[in-house]
């Protein structure tokens, strides 16, 4: 059984960094697009950046130039690195990836559990 597993959220002051990280534990044929998505109390889960398998990248309008999502492939790990952090960015963040597993006939779409990230003014 496939899980990803997120580390690195945390509290951080306005203007600070923080950096997310996001790796399958279990076995794995091959991982395709990963996302960070985050959610914020009363609101709807948000899509903050994408990386393909071949390195290109989106991110929201609310978080360009202040995120930077990269892959290492050989460590089939996902990064966010949050920089100029905004009160605004508080949320629990998750990772979302297409993996293909031992067995499976293509891509199955995983969650993490989620790591809180807060922003104090």
């Known amino acids: 059984q496939v899980q990803l597993v997120e580390s690195g959220g945390g509290l951080v002051q306005a203007g600070g960094s923080l950096k997310l990280s996001c790796a399958p534990s279990g076995s794995t044929v091959s991982i395709g697009a990963m996302r960070w998505y985050r959610q914020a109390p009363g609101k709807q889960r948000e899509l903050v950046a994408s990386?393909?398998?071949?390195?290109?990248?989106n991110y929201a309008d609310s978080v360009k130039g202040r995120f930077t999502i990269s892959r290492d492939n050989a460590k089939n790990t996902v990064y966010l690195q949050m920089n100029s952090l905004k009160p605004e960015d508080t949320a629990v963040y998750y990772c979302?990836?297409?993996?293909?597993?031992?067995?499976?006939?293509?891509?199955?779409?995983?969650w993490g559990q989620g790591t809180q990230v807060t922003v104090s003014s």
């Open positions: 990386i393909r398998g071949g390195g290109n990248t």
């Open positions: 979302n990836a297409d993996v293909m597993v031992y067995g499976s006939r293509g891509y199955i779409n995983y």
